[in-house]
């Protein structure tokens, strides 16, 4: 392929993965990975509320991986109610797969700025032949797709398998019992799964360039040696 053309590749591959850092590193400090319902449970039972009245003790949350809010719905209005994770929930919520996440993150950003470098790089610069290569950038992009993998599995099986909603919800409550009553994952939670995209894209883009794949390339070199000692 035509050294111009490679730049205008390598290039673009380094603009995406650019993008990637500012969307994560605004999405990392918001609290929109998770919005839901959740139903005063104690309150509706008092009651028996059936049917419209429900939606008298149904209040909502959204949260992030720092902090969020919550409404209470107990039948006599909302009351509003902010948190935090560190340090107020770290008794409550699964401590050790939530800061797991969190580093996961901060990984997948790294990972992701030292692609979107190398890809400059590459395009302007005379990089090694290893990891400052074009082979390296399989490698950067790589880890960042692993990493963007496992947050949104942690993430995923943090809320649904460990009921964080519900944790949340019921924090220094003593007598109301609140229960999910509908959950579903916000934007910033599919910012990850848009930053997995890049980073395949942007592996499909150095093959495009006329880079082989690691594998492809041991392979060959393989093959080559065999030969060559066969004929001495």
């Not at 009351?79 to 929930?89: G, I």
């Not at 699964?94 to 890809?119: D, E, K, N």
């Not at 395009?123 to 950067?140: C, D, I, M, R, V």
């Amino acid at each position: 392929m035509p050294s111009r053309q490679k730049k205008v590749i390598f290039c673009l591959g380094g603009l995406l993965s650019f993008a990637c850092v500012l969307v994560l590193a605004a999405a990392m400090g918001t609290q929109f990975w998770v919005q839901g319902t959740i139903l005063c449970k104690t309150g509706a039972q008092l009651v028996n509320a059936t049917g419209p009245e429900l939606d008298k003790f149904i209040g909502q949350i959204n949260y992030g991986l720092f902090h969020g809010q919550r409404l209470k719905q107990c039948g006599l209005g909302g009351r509003p109610f902010r948190f935090s994770f560190f340090p107020e929930l770290l008794g409550v919520i699964p401590a050790s797969i939530h800061v797991t996440v969190i580093l996961f993150c901060i990984i997948l950003l790294v990972f992701s700025s030292v692609a979107s470098g190398f890809f400059i790089y590459n395009a302007f610069g005379s990089p090694y032949e290893t990891l400052h290569g074009p082979l390296g950038l399989y490698l950067w992009n790589l880890i960042s797709c692993c990493c963007g993998c496992l947050v949104m599995i942690l993430f995923a099986s943090e809320v649904k398998l460990h009921r964080l909603s519900e944790k949340i919800a019921n924090y220094k409550e003593g007598i109301f019992v609140y229960k999910t009553d509908s959950e579903q994952f916000d934007r910033s939670f599919w910012i990850i799964l848009f930053s997995l995209s890049v980073h395949v894209l942007n592996i499909l883009l150095i093959r495009l360039a006329g880079v082989q794949f690691p594998f492809q390339e041991t392979k060959e070199s393989d093959v080559t040696t065999g030969a060559a000692d066969l004929m001495y």
